[in-house]
């Protein structure tokens, strides 16, 4: 009697289960390979273009003499090379060999489309149309093209092996700093008792230690009214500014579109370094609702934190520039406008105060810029409160007031979980022109509170939502949609990531 050798099912499974799953990874490995190799060559034809850019405003300025940035059409050109060197920055950082997740990639790409929108409007204001031509269209569309690559990518993906390390900087340090008790890098005082009489002087000395300071530089401003133009710029990184308290140490200025300045170049206080962190400031524009577009502060530093700020002027007052910002216990002051831009920010437990404007004008809290379904960006008002201020609360029902209106054609703002004061009008949202964006924007609101919160005569426009659920809502709180889990523990401000 013989024998033939049965073969073990079980292993033949395993096998050819194990052999499946190693094909469907090269698969995928190969894919991946080819697709990281095509987001790179137009991530490299991005930069090429943004220095090109840059190259093409600094021969403007000097072929037209325009070297004095107070010259009209000079401050539109600086605010271009500006931009454009912050985003050849950007640029770099992706094509280097450190790892960064999906979220930052199109967080930095959706920050390169916004420096470039800044740079063409300023120029637009002044009349002064380098950007009319075939290369800034280009550039619009080699980061719209990288930006809809990232995008297939899951959203927890790693680009490449290893995560660029962010090094802890502060035990909570934004919120346990004491003027007492404590120590800073550099005093800012006007009766000359601290290192420096004006704050201006104190970013400079920063400057000039270069890669010699320490990882978080602590600037305290006292109590005093300065009235100066800051710009903290890219490579000033981690800076920590702190004050005696809102309406007690004030960075003022008057600068606005009308008088000269760009919308960009008009902000009384700016900041590009990433992790810029602030507390108890009042920044404040004067310039008033007649001379329109007049910044207070404007920020385009990833990772910023602002606890405790007081934001102060009438048109555009805080200027969302771009990048993730994240406001808790701030009072923000306006009329039209008055948050706005392209970043990805959350305000949470905020006072939003509304303000009166001149007698043919409404008010528009929000004015959302972005400009690409890709880009990852939008404003997110969480658990704060929108109120009249005391000038315009015994005339508010002479003005219709809303939530805000399309700036860009997919616009992108959510309030939840605030409370609405009378004083927004029912429809709750404003066009911006006819209907311009109102099927491409999304706008939404949930479990909001007060007067002003009820959403039967709510627009009716596509873009518009009401959420029921939770669910639906996550998406727009701190940590899914700033990732703030993972950077705003270190400053100690205390936020909650969910709903």
Same mark, same amino acid.
């Given at each position: &009697?013989?024998?033939?050798?049965?073969?073990?099912?079980?292993?033949?499974?395993?096998?050819?289960?194990?052999?499946?799953?190693?094909?469907?990874?090269? &698969?995928?490995?190969?894919?991946?390979?080819?697709?990281?190799?095509?987001?790179?060559?137009?991530?490299?034809?991005?930069?090429?273009?943004?220095?090109?850019?840059?190259?093409?405003?600094?021969?403007?300025?000097?072929?037209?003499?325009?070297?004095?940035?107070?010259?009209?059409?000079?401050?539109?050109?600086?605010?271009?090379?500006?931009?454009?060197?912050?985003?050849?920055?950007?640029?770099?950082?992706?094509?280097?060999?450190?790892?960064?997740?999906?979220?930052?990639?199109?967080?930095?790409?959706?920050?390169?489309?916004?420096?470039?929108?800044?740079?063409?409007?300023?120029?637009?204001?002044?009349?002064?149309?380098?950007?009319?031509?075939?290369?800034?269209?280009?550039?619009?569309?080699?980061?719209?093209?990288?930006?809809?690559?990232?995008?297939?990518?899951?959203?927890?993906?790693?680009?490449?092996?290893?995560?660029?390390?962010? #090094?802890?900087?502060?035990?909570?340090?934004?919120?346990?700093?004491?003027?007492?008790?404590?120590?800073?890098?550099?005093?800012?005082?006007?009766?000359?008792?601290?290192?420096?009489?004006?704050?201006?002087?104190?970013?400079?000395?920063?400057?000039?230690?270069?890669?010699?300071?320490?990882?978080?530089?602590?600037?305290?401003?006292?109590?005093?009214?300065?009235?100066?133009?800051?710009?903290?710029?890219?490579?000033?990184?981690?800076? &920590?500014?702190?004050?005696?308290?809102?309406?007690?140490?004030?960075?003022?200025?008057?600068?606005?579109?009308?008088?000269?300045?760009?919308?960009?170049?008009?902000?009384?206080?700016?900041?590009?370094?990433?992790?810029?962190?602030?507390?108890?400031?009042?920044?404040?524009?004067?310039?008033?609702?007649?001379?329109?577009?007049?910044?207070?502060?404007?920020?385009?530093?990833?990772?910023?934190?602002?606890?405790?700020?007081?934001?102060?002027?009438?048109?555009?007052?805080?200027?969302?520039?771009?990048?993730?910002?994240?406001?808790?216990?701030?009072?923000?002051?306006?009329?039209?406008?008055?948050?706005?831009?392209?970043?990805?920010?959350?305000?949470?437990?905020?006072?939003?105060?509304?303000?009166?404007?001149?007698?043919?004008?409404?008010?528009?809290?929000?004015?959302?810029?972005?400009?690409?379904?890709?880009?990852?960006?939008?404003?997110?008002?969480?658990?704060?409160?929108?109120?009249?201020?005391?000038?315009?609360?015994?005339?508010?029902?002479?003005?219709?007031?809303?939530?805000?209106?399309?700036?860009?054609?997919?616009?992108?703002?959510?309030?939840?979980?605030?409370?609405?004061?009378?004083?927004?009008?029912?429809?709750?949202?404003?066009?911006?022109?006819?209907?311009?964006?109102?099927?491409?924007?999304?706008?939404?609101?949930?479990?909001?509170?007060?007067?002003?919160?009820?959403?039967?005569?709510?627009?009716?426009?596509?873009?518009?939502?009401?959420?029921?659920?939770?669910?639906?809502?996550?998406?727009?709180?701190?940590?899914?949609?700033?990732?703030?889990?993972?950077?705003? #523990?270190?400053?100690?401000?205390?936020?909650?990531?969910?709903?």
């Amino acid at each position: &009697m013989s024998f033939t050798s049965v073969p073990n099912m079980s292993t033949s499974v395993t096998t050819g289960t194990t052999f499946l799953l190693l094909s469907l990874l090269a &698969m995928a490995t190969a894919t991946t390979g080819s697709h990281l190799k095509q987001v790179t060559e137009v991530v490299q034809m991005a930069r090429t273009m943004v220095v090109q850019s840059r190259n093409l405003a600094k021969a403007s300025m000097s072929l037209y003499g325009l070297h004095n940035t107070m010259h009209y059409h000079g401050m539109g050109l600086a605010d271009c090379i500006k931009l454009y060197d912050e985003s050849e920055s950007r640029l770099s950082v992706l094509l280097s060999s450190r790892g960064f997740t999906v979220d930052d990639a199109r967080t930095w790409l959706s920050g390169v489309l916004a420096n470039h929108r800044s740079c063409s409007e300023g120029l637009g204001q002044k009349d002064f149309g380098i950007q009319e031509h075939g290369q800034g269209r280009n550039l619009t569309s080699l980061v719209s093209e990288a930006l809809a690559l990232y995008a297939m990518y899951g959203k927890e993906a790693v680009v490449e092996q290893e995560l660029m390390h962010r #090094p802890r900087l502060g035990g909570k340090l934004l919120t346990s700093w004491n003027p007492t008790t404590s120590k800073a890098d550099f005093v800012v005082s006007k009766d000359g008792s601290g290192t420096h009489k004006t704050i201006n002087d104190a970013v400079a000395a920063v400057a000039r230690i270069g890669n010699n300071r320490r990882p978080r530089v602590i600037i305290y401003v006292k109590a005093g009214v300065y009235n100066e133009k800051v710009d903290i710029d890219k490579n000033l990184k981690n800076i &920590m500014l702190v004050g005696d308290g809102m309406d007690k140490t004030i960075v003022t200025g008057n600068r606005n579109v009308p008088d000269g300045s760009t919308t960009y170049g008009s902000a009384t206080f700016g900041v590009s370094g990433d992790g810029f962190w602030a507390r108890d400031v009042t920044f404040e524009n004067t310039a008033g609702p007649h001379k329109h577009q007049a910044v207070a502060l404007r920020v385009s530093s990833d990772h910023s934190v602002f606890y405790r700020c007081s934001i102060k002027g009438y048109q555009d007052s805080l200027f969302l520039h771009s990048l993730r910002q994240f406001y808790r216990d701030c009072h923000i002051h306006g009329t039209i406008d008055y948050i706005f831009g392209d970043a990805s920010a959350v305000l949470q437990n905020c006072d939003i105060f509304v303000k009166r404007p001149m007698d043919h004008q409404s008010n528009m809290v929000t004015a959302q810029g972005r400009d690409d379904p890709n880009e990852n960006t939008g404003i997110s008002i969480v658990e704060s409160r929108v109120r009249p201020a005391p000038d315009f609360d015994s005339v508010k029902h002479l003005f219709k007031s809303y939530l805000g209106r399309p700036w860009k054609k997919y616009s992108r703002t959510v309030f939840m979980k605030t409370d609405l004061d009378g004083l927004i009008d029912p429809k709750g949202w404003n066009e911006w022109s006819g209907s311009f964006a109102l099927s491409t924007l999304y706008y939404a609101e949930y479990r909001n509170t007060g007067n002003g919160a009820s959403i039967g005569n709510r627009v009716k426009w596509p873009g518009f939502h009401v959420f029921n659920r939770a669910e639906e809502a996550n998406p727009f709180t701190v940590n899914r949609f700033i990732q703030g889990e993972l950077w705003i #523990p270190e400053t100690g401000v205390p936020f909650n990531s969910r709903l």
